[in-house]
C-alpha cells in the first residue's frame, strides 16, 4: 500500500496526464513548474529529504486543478481508455502541436515603446513573434503564463555580452516586483533599463550592468521605480 507521501506524487502524476503538461498544472496552482519537476524526479531539498506535496500544495494543487479538499490524499484508479477516446487524445495532441501562441511586443507603456519612458540606443523594434505552444515549454523552462510573454528589443551596450542592440529578448510582465536577484525591465523616472537588479538590505536594490564599463548604482526607497517585468531570455546576434 503506498505512502501518503507516494500517494501524493502519484495524484500528482494523475493531474499532469489530466492536464497534458506540468507547466499547465504549475499554472493552475501558481507554483513553479520547477519545483514539480523536482518532486516527481526525487530532487533532495537543502535537509537533504526528497521533496514531496506538502499539505499547502496539495490543497493549492486541488483548488487550482478543480478537485475536492482532500483528493490528493486518496487513491483514484485510473480507466483504461477506449479505443475512441486513445484517437480524441491523439487528435488533441496533435492539434496542440498545430496550435499558434503569440508572443507581442511589449506595449504597457505605450504603443512602441513611448508614452513618455525613453529607452535609449534601441534600433528598431520586433514587434512580435508567433510560436507554438511546443516552443514555450521547450524553450522557456518557467513563466507565469503564456499569455504574460512578450517581446522587448534590446537597447544599449550596457548588458552586452548577454545580448546586443536590436536583438530579442523575452519578458515576463507577469512578475512586478524584484523577489530574487535576476535580470529585470524597469524604469527609473522616465527612463527605462535593462539591467540585473540586486536586492541589499537596509540599503536599497543595486542596478548592475554586464559591461564592466558601466558602475553599478542603487535605487534608493522613495525613488520613481517601477518593474515591468523579469527577463527569461536573450539572444545575442552576431554577424557572419
Not at 9 to 33: C, G, M, S
Not at 118 to 147: C, F, M, Y
Not at 159 to 174: C, K
Amino acid at each position: 500500500m503506498a505512502t501518503s507521501k507516494e500517494l501524493r506524487i502519484e495524484n500528482l502524476r494523475t493531474l499532469i496526464k489530466e492536464f497534458k503538461t506540468a507547466d499547465a498544472v504549475a499554472q493552475l496552482a501558481a507554483t513553479a513548474p520547477m519545483y514539480l519537476s523536482q518532486i516527481l524526479n526525487g530532487v533532495a531539498s537543502s535537509a537533504g529529504k526528497p521533496r514531496g506535496v506538502g499539505d499547502a500544495l496539495a490543497r493549492k494543487l486541488e483548488a487550482g486543478c478543480s478537485k475536492p479538499v482532500g483528493w490528493m490524499d486518496q487513491p483514484h484508479t485510473e480507466q483504461l481508455a477506449s479505443k475512441d477516446e486513445q484517437r480524441a487524445q491523439q487528435s488533441n495532441v496533435e492539434k496542440n502541436k498545430s496550435e499558434v501562441i503569440e508572443i507581442p511586443q511589449y506595449t504597457d507603456i505605450g504603443g512602441g515603446m513611448g508614452g513618455g519612458v525613453t529607452l535609449r540606443d534601441q534600433p528598431g523594434a520586433i514587434q512580435g513573434w508567433h510560436v507554438t505552444p511546443e516552443w514555450v515549454s521547450k524553450n522557456i523552462k518557467s513563466h507565469s503564463g503564456a499569455g504574460n510573454l512578450c517581446i522587448v528589443t534590446g537597447f544599449g551596450n550596457s548588458m552586452q555580452p548577454l545580448y546586443n542592440p536590436g536583438d530579442p529578448l523575452i519578458i515576463d510582465r507577469g512578475i512586478k516586483s524584484v523577489e530574487a536577484d535576476a535580470t529585470y525591465f524597469f524604469r527609473v523616472g522616465e527612463e527605462g533599463f535593462i539591467k540585473i537588479l540586486q536586492r541589499i538590505p537596509g540599503e536599497g536594490i543595486r542596478v548592475i550592468s554586464k559591461n564592466k564599463d558601466y558602475e553599478t548604482w542603487t535605487i534608493k526607497p522613495g525613488m520613481d521605480f517601477e518593474v515591468f517585468g523579469q527577463v527569461l531570455k536573450a539572444w545575442c546576434g552576431t554577424d557572419v
